[in-house]
Nanobody, 115 residues
Framework: QVQLVESGGGLVQPGGSLRLSCAAS????????MGWYRQAPGKQRELVTT???????TYADSAKGRFTIWKDNAKNTVYLQMSSLKPEDTAVYYC?????????WGPGTQVTVSS
């Protein structure tokens, strides 16, 4: 069982930056893939970015060049640095983990990009 808790969301102006954190209840060394998804009002949840145990990363086209994912194994935490934020980035951001064929989700953190 893996519990995930996101933090770092909030209100930011267009063009601003925000860093999200996802703390896991267990060692993330055993987690094959972790990532961030987001869900905007009235839309389906979509993949933003993932990072594997081997540090391979993938990004949605909307995130490339603006978002960066990395992890700190010692802190059992995955981070998402978001820059050049746009109003269309407004969504609830969810941390996700895939381990031993099971999926785990955090409760989400709201990110609002607005002037």
């Amino acid at each position: 069982q893996v519990q995930l808790v996101e933090s770092g969301g909030g209100l930011v102006q267009p063009g601003g930056s925000l860093r999200l954190s996802c703390a896991a209840s267990t060692s993330i060394l055993s987690i094959s893939t972790m990532g961030w998804y987001r869900q905007a009002p009235g839309k389906q949840r979509e993949l933003v970015t993932t990072i594997t145990r081997g540090l391979t990363t993938t990004y949605a086209d909307s995130a490339k060049g603006r978002f960066t994912i990395w992890k700190d194994n010692a802190k059992n935490t995955v981070y998402l640095q978001m820059s050049s934020l746009k109003p269309e980035d407004t969504a609830v951001y969810y941390c996700h983990a895939h381990q031993y064929g099971l999926e785990y989700w955090g409760p989400g953190t709201q990110v609002t990009v607005s002037s």
